[in-house]
Structure formats: structure tokens, C-alpha cells
């Protein structure tokens, strides 16, 4: 009996003790993050500026196509005025690969070229010209993971 009390000291004094650890433990966060509490208002206020800003880009990204015409007439008409052309206009062309559309999705080489502003290519023959993209001056760019390279 006498050891069982002793014990009933030495549990409760263990239990005290890591209450008193638990409660310098809660404080001292306590204390940390009202130190952080102006970096955190300062954070939020820098993320709703960037979600603005990201807003703001994404509309006038909507309207690119418009942009690009108009910057085009705009530099048509400069030059119109000025008489002095562009000249002649740089020649891109070459073999490719190009992802088959079929079940098994073979890679094909086929002859590319840029044609006023547009990717076109034809197949060996040269005969059927397929356009692929109408104006690539509104096409992202994005990269290609190893997945799904040749």
C-alpha cells in the first residue's frame, strides 16, 4: 500500500511536469506567430496582387488574336507609307516527325514549312498540303515531357 501511494506521487508529478512542458511549448508558438503576423498580412496582400495581376493577363491573353491583327495592320500601313517594304520573306521549311492520329500513334516524317504566318506540311508525295495551325502568332509554347518524345 504504502508503494503504490509513492507511485500515485511520482505518476502525478510526471503528469504535472509534462503539462508544464506542454503549456511553455503552446506559449512560445504562441509567441512566434504573433511575431509572423505582419509578414503574413504582407503575404496576403502580395498573392492578391499576383492573382490580380494573373487575372489581368489572362483577359488580355483572351484577346491576343485581336492585338495581333491590329499590330499587323498597323505595321502594313507603316510600311505602305514609308514605301519600303519587308522584302522578301525568310523561307522555313524541313522534315519533321509528326504523331499519327491512328491506334498506334506512329511518328511519320513529314516536309514543314511556314507559309504567312502558317504551319503546313504535305507528305512525301508533296501533293496533299495540310495546314496545321492558322496563325502562329497566337500559340503557346510549352514543353514536351520525355514521355512523349521520339
Known amino acids: 500500500s504504502m508503494l503504490q501511494h509513492r507511485k500515485k506521487h511520482v505518476v502525478l508529478d510526471s503528469l504535472a511536469n509534462f503539462m508544464s512542458a506542454y503549456n511553455t511549448f503552446f506559449h512560445q508558438g504562441s ?11 504582407q503575404l496576403q496582400g502580395n498573392m492578391q496582387v499576383m492573382a490580380e495581376s494573373s487575372i489581368i493577363l489572362e483577359k488580355q491573353l483572351e484577346k491576343r488574336h485581336t492585338y495581333v491583327t491590329q ?23 524541313g522534315y519533321l516527325f509528326k504523331r ?9 516524317r513529314r516536309w514543314f514549312y511556314l507559309s504567312s ?34
Open 31 to 41: 509567441d512566434l506567430f504573433s511575431d509572423l503576423e505582419p509578414f503574413l498580412r
Open 71 to 93: 499590330a499587323e495592320t498597323l505595321e502594313t500601313g507603316a510600311a505602305e507609307n514609308t514605301g519600303t517594304g519587308k522584302g522578301k520573306p525568310i523561307k522555313v521549311e
Open 100 to 108: 499519327g492520329q491512328n491506334a498506334f500513334r506512329t511518328w511519320n
Open 117 to 150: 504566318n502558317k504551319l503546313c506540311y504535305s507528305k512525301r508525295n508533296g501533293e496533299d498540303v495540310t495546314v496545321i495551325e492558322d496563325d502562329l502568332r497566337i500559340c503557346l509554347v510549352r514543353p514536351l515531357t520525355d514521355t512523349d518524345r521520339r
